[in-house]
C-alpha cells in the first residue's frame, strides 16, 4: 500500500492551497485518515483526520476553522482544504491511514506518504 500526497507549494500569508492524498495497492476504504505534518526542526504533529465513511472529522486547534479535510470515497482520494494560511503552518505534510474506521484519540496509522512540501511567506 503506497500513499502520495500532493499538492503543497509556496504560497502567502492569508493564502489557501488543497492538499490530495491517494493511495495505490490498497484502498481508503473503511479506513480513516489523516494529515499530520512537521515543521523545520520540529517533531511531527497531529493536523486533522477524517473517520470511514466520513461522518466524523478530527482537527488540531491550531487549525480548527482553517482547514477542512475531505474525502471521496467513490474517487478513494483525502483531501485537506488549507484556508488563511500563516507561516507557522509551514512543514512537510503526510497523509496517513489509520488501521481502523474511527478517529479518536487512540488511533493508530501505519501506512504514510512520502509528504508534500508547504511553505508559507510572510
Known amino acids: 500500500v503506497q500513499l502520495q500526497a500532493s499538492g503543497g507549494g509556496l504560497v502567502q500569508a492569508g493564502g489557501s492551497l488543497r492538499l490530495s492524498c491517494t493511495v495505490s495497492?490498497?484502498?481508503?476504504?473503511?479506513?480513516?485518515v489523516a494529515w499530520f505534518r512537521q515543521a523545520p526542526g520540529k517533531e511531527r504533529e497531529f493536523a486533522a483526520a477524517i473517520s470511514w465513511p466520513g461522518g466524523v472529522t478530527k482537527y488540531a486547534d491550531s487549525v480548527k476553522g482553517r482547514f477542512t479535510i475531505s474525502r471521496d470515497n467513490a474517487e478513494n482520494t483525502v483531501s485537506l482544504q488549507m484556508n488563511s494560511l500563516k507561516p507557522d503552518d509551514t512543514g512537510l505534510y503526510y497523509c496517513?491511514?489509520?488501521?481502523?474506521?474511527?478517529?479518536?484519540?487512540?488511533?493508530?496509522?501505519?501506512?504514510w506518504g512520502q509528504g508534500t512540501l508547504v511553505t508559507v511567506s510572510s
Open positions: 495497492g490498497g484502498t481508503f476504504r473503511t479506513y480513516a
Open positions: 496517513a491511514r489509520a488501521r481502523g474506521a474511527g478517529v479518536w484519540v487512540g488511533a493508530v496509522y501505519d501506512k
